[in-house]
């Protein structure tokens, strides 16, 4: 959070960053079987996920402006709600159907492979807005409400 608040710093490319070095560790989930190399993955894990979950407060508010951040925060935890209680039995269910236990690992890699494609994509339009000298947020649009 810390560093996402630096002038010098953009949240959402502190974001892409931090998930894009996150993903690698959870294919290498799959592939261990040392105790410590897990703990080591786990924290590299911890640690970059924390960067991406602390970072997302600074990125709303560059993105959708403080009025807007309350509503935002509600629809983003009802989101991570769901996804949090629908992930273990969809993993228990792909290890069900495949039979191998690493293989839970290799599609939350996939899913969060894809949510980094979806945050590279919005960092390279927020970029493009910004170049074209829009305000990339929705401020005025609701104040104007």
């Known amino acids: 959070g ?16 931090s998930l894009t070095a996150a993903v690698p560790t959870l294919y290498l989930f799959s592939l261990i079987s040392s105790y410590w190399m897990f703990l080591t993955l786990s924290c590299m894990f911890g640690f970059l996920t924390g960067m991406w979950v602390s970072a997302i407060p600074s990125a709303l508010v560059k993105l959708i402006g403080v009025p807007l951040l309350a509503p935002a925060f509600g629809l983003l935890t009802a989101f991570r709600g769901v996804m949090i209680l ?21 599609v939350s890699g996939v899913a969060m492979s894809v949510a980094c494609v979806f945050y590279i994509l919005s960092v390279l339009v927020d970029r493009r807005k910004e170049r074209r000298g829009e305000s990339g947020d929705i401020r005025g649009e609701y104040e104007a409400l």
């Open 2 to 17: 810390w560093l996402a608040d630096k002038p010098c710093i953009n949240p959402m490319i502190l974001i892409t960053v």
């Open 86 to 106: 629908s992930g273990p039995p969809l993993a228990g269910m792909v290890v069900d159907v495949v039979g191998v236990k690493g293989v839970a690992m290799v």
